[in-house]
């Protein structure tokens, strides 16, 4: 299958600093990303929707000037958490979807383990 | 809106069969797809599935009925290493791209 990467891993910040989550795509072009979040023991809920070059689109109730998402090129997608507080900590898991293999396909990252102090 | 629903958690010993049931509501509905976590991992892609019937891939295999709205992983053989959460997911048609719904996940535990 195709690989995508995140980056960082994990990260610990301090309340009030902005957090910069990068996810690439490593051997496909992605059309569209999609950025995840997961809290413990729960599911994983779409935060926002990317295509290149477009403004992400956000679902109901995440807030797009807290979580900015930039789709620059069809291999890289960053995601801003900005002024983080405690309630931010959580396992940011970002998906690239593209051509592969001849057809559309939908690839998870490592996923990014934020704790903010 | 779209929702969907599996049991939370399943218990079973190694070498038995596990059914995890998924049904969901959605509109434009185009594919149920499954996936294994593994705690503090990434979910991994199991099976797809966007015409009625079954689909086998190995130990697992993964049902899907468009008229019930319904879908199931079957777990065969089971080992030690399946004990993870599994999630349904839909994908339905939208303007923005073609993004999945997960459910809520299924914790199944292997005992030996």
């Known amino acids: 299958g195709a690989v995508v990467s995140q980056h960082p891993s994990w990260v610990i910040c301090k309340s009030g600093t902005s957090v910069k989550i990068e996810c690439r795509s490593l051997d496909f072009q992605a059309t569209t990303m999609f950025w995840y979040r997961q809290f413990p023991k729960q599911s994983l809920m779409l935060m926002a929707t990317s295509n290149e070059g477009s403004k992400a689109t956000y679902e109901q109730g995440v807030e797009k000037d807290k979580f900015l998402i930039n789709h620059a090129s069809l291999t890289l997608s960053t995601l801003t958490v900005t002024s983080a507080h405690p309630e931010d900590s959580s396992f940011y898991i970002c998906?690239?979807?593209?051509?592969?293999?001849?057809?559309?396909?939908?690839?998870f990252g490592p996923g990014t383990r934020l704790t903010v102090t | 809106g779209q929702s969907l629903e599996q049991p939370s958690e399943v218990t079973a010993v190694e070498g038995a069969i596990v059914q995890i049931n998924c049904t969901y509501q959605?509109?434009?509905?185009?594919?149920l797809s499954w996936y294994q976590q593994h705690d503090g991992g990434a979910p991994t892609f199991l099976s797809y599935?966007?015409?009625?019937g079954l689909e086998e891939t190995g130990r697992f295999s993964s049902f899907l009925s468009r008229s019930d709205s319904y879908g199931y992983l079957l777990l065969q053989e089971l080992q030690m290493k399946d004990s993870a959460s599994y999630f349904c997911a839909v994908s339905a048609i939208k303007a923005a791209g073609n993004k999945l719904t997960f459910g809520g996940g299924t914790r199944v535990l292997v005992k030996p």
């Open positions: 959605t509109s434009g509905f185009y594919g």
């Open positions: 998906s690239a979807r593209g051509v592969v293999r001849g057809g559309y396909e939908q690839y």
């Open positions: 599935n966007a015409l009625d």
